[in-house]
């Protein structure tokens, strides 16, 4: 079993509709990621949470440290968000800031 | 502002050739510096980071190197290519702070 596991693994959806992308996880942690991998291979840094909630314009991330779980909302969908959403966890555990866990991601195709 | 650029943007090399991946970034000091490896249907791993000049920590056994040259520029190298090296390569950055990744690099070793 993956340390970091994210469903569903491919999402289609329709331009308006509310999209939420899940994220749960094994170990320990200090730290966990959600980025944005566009088509062409660029990755963005869209959160990093260690608790709560944070919302940056219609998206919006949380995180349940107890319950080991994530989740990615995304809010009045459009096609430009489409793309692979990668959650990643930074292991309590040591090493650097950079030795994180990924989940394979998650494909969101979002249709006019 | 801070800027990271990478370079080429896609690669074909035959097995058993050289490589040299670079990286830069621009507007930040003493950055925590990564490469990582995407490979086909897997999550990202990391491969190198560096915390400073000359200082390189390896996280898995391979046939690559990595090596940082100057405060911001971090160069991934191999002597002899395989086929399982093929995969998109990212370098990144960050100082107490999320990860900004370049755009990466398309590797296919033919």
């Known amino acids: 079993k993956n340390e970091v596991e994210q469903s569903p693994q491919n999402l289609t959806a329709q331009e308006g509709e509310f999209i939420t992308i899940n994220c749960s996880y094994s170990?320990?942690?200090?730290?966990l990621h959600w980025l944005q991998q566009h088509p062409g291979g660029g990755i963005v840094s869209l959160f990093m949470?260690?608790?709560g909630k944070k919302k940056h314009g219609r998206l919006i991330a949380t995180i349940n440290i107890q319950e080991k779980h994530s989740s990615l909302h995304i809010t009045a969908s459009h096609p430009r968000d489409s793309a692979v959403y990668i959650c990643?966890?930074?292991?309590?555990?040591?090493?650097?800031?950079?030795?994180?866990?990924f989940g394979k991601g998650t494909k969101l195709s979002v249709k006019p | 502002s801070q800027t990271i650029h990478q370079w080429p943007a896609t690669l074909v090399q035959p097995v058993g050739s050289p490589l040299s991946l670079e990286c830069t970034v621009e507007?930040?000091?003493?950055?925590?510096l990564y490469w990582y490896r995407q490979a086909a249907g897997r999550g990202l791993q990391l491969l190198f980071y560096?915390?400073?000049?000359?200082?390189i920590s390896s996280e898995v056994p391979q046939n690559l190197s990595a090596s940082r040259p100057q405060d911001r520029q971090f160069i991934l190298s191999s002597k002899k290519l395989l086929l399982s090296d093929s995969g998109f390569y990212l370098c990144?950055?960050?100082?107490?702070?999320?990860?900004?990744f370049g755009n990466g690099t398309r590797l296919t070793v033919t």
């Open positions: 990643a966890v930074k292991p309590n555990y040591g090493g650097s800031q950079g030795n994180l866990i």
């Open positions: 990144a950055w960050n100082y107490n702070s999320p990860l900004h």
């Open positions: 170990v320990g942690i200090s730290a």
């Open positions: 949470l260690s608790s």
């Open positions: 507007g930040t000091s003493n950055p925590n």
């Open positions: 560096s915390v400073g000049i000359g200082q």
